[in-house]
């Protein structure tokens, strides 16, 4: 009997970010003796072989932005322009971070003029096709929610270490009341603050909740615009171009071309190369992780 092949898809920068925030709040930054902040990394290793533990997986890839110019930016100058610049102290931890990766013998993915989401969502769908295969993806994002399979997990990360939600179908459902598809439409109706773009003029998530519970999709809503509440009706149809932008920018990529099969991300932990890493950047506590 075939054992059943279980892979990480890890949201480098959210991991990331989420590292930097969660050690910087108190002002203090870790740095190494030669003054190079290394607090983001050194929390990202923690998450990582915590997930590790919990997840026990076979195999492993981290995916990550690779500029802020996208095919999204394109469509809309102002997506995710309400986000300032980084820290200036988390801003050489994005080239460290994979470096550390890399010596950990975990391939690096990431394609220019995409998101790190549209190479996630383009392997967790190849290598879920595959038979035996089982993808986890480790991120903060709830949009990721929308990949959610038969056989791919969402775990979103919540605060505190080893908290985790693992979204399957049923959970996504109970939870959110969503299929994975609606929660794109969702995005449609109600923009997304963080992202910066605005959906539905006064349209929420109460509202857009309320439309696909009773109409399925953005499709069932648009042919049964008659029978919506006046309001709500002029709403839609004095938006109706950004109703349809919004949907396509809270769209993940399935189809991004990233080369990563899985005989390239056996999880096979390079404990020679990592310690030495991990020793140059003056994370001896940490070294006791690599002795697995």
């Not at 035996?132 to 959610?148: C, K, P, S």
């Not at 069932?220 to 938006?239: A, H, Q």
Request: charged share 25%.
């Amino acid at each position: 009997m075939q054992t059943t092949k279980k892979v990480l898809l890890v949201d480098g920068m959210a991991v990331l970010f989420r590292a930097f925030y969660a050690t910087s709040y108190s002002g203090y930054i870790r740095k190494t003796s030669a003054g190079l902040p290394t607090n983001a990394v050194y929390g990202f290793i923690q998450y990582f072989f915590d997930a590790i533990d919990t997840f026990q997986p076979t195999h492993v890839v981290c995916c990550w932005d690779m500029g802020s110019t996208t095919f999204r930016t394109e469509q809309y100058p102002d997506y995710k322009g309400n986000r300032g610049e980084p820290p200036v102290e988390l801003i050489p931890q994005f080239d460290l971070v994979k470096e550390v990766v890399a010596e950990m013998g975990i391939p690096n993915v990431g394609l220019s003029g995409f998101e790190a989401d549209d190479c996630i969502g383009t392997l967790a769908t190849r290598m879920s096709a595959e038979p035996d295969v089982e993808v986890f993806i480790l991120t903060g994002d709830h949009d990721m929610l929308q990949l959610v399979r038969e056989n791919v997990k969402v775990v979103i990360m919540k605060k505190g270490k080893l908290n985790y939600a693992v979204y399957d179908l049923a959970l996504l459902r109970e939870e959110k009341q969503l299929t994975p598809a609606q929660v794109i439409d969702m995005k449609g109706f109600m923009g997304d603050t963080s992202d910066n773009y605005p959906g539905v003029k006064g349209i929420g998530e109460k509202s857009a909740l309320k439309l696909l519970l009773e109409y399925e999709s953005v499709e069932g809503v648009l042919e049964n615009l008659d029978n919506l509440p006046k309001g709500i009706r002029n709403k839609i149809e004095s938006n109706l171009e950004m109703l349809h932008l919004s949907r396509n920018l809270a769209t993940i990529r399935i189809d991004v071309p990233v080369d990563c099969e899985l005989g390239e991300c056996e999880w096979r932990l390079q404990v020679e190369t990592a310690t030495r890493k991990f020793e140059e950047l003056e994370f001896g506590s940490l070294v006791k992780l690599l002795q697995v």
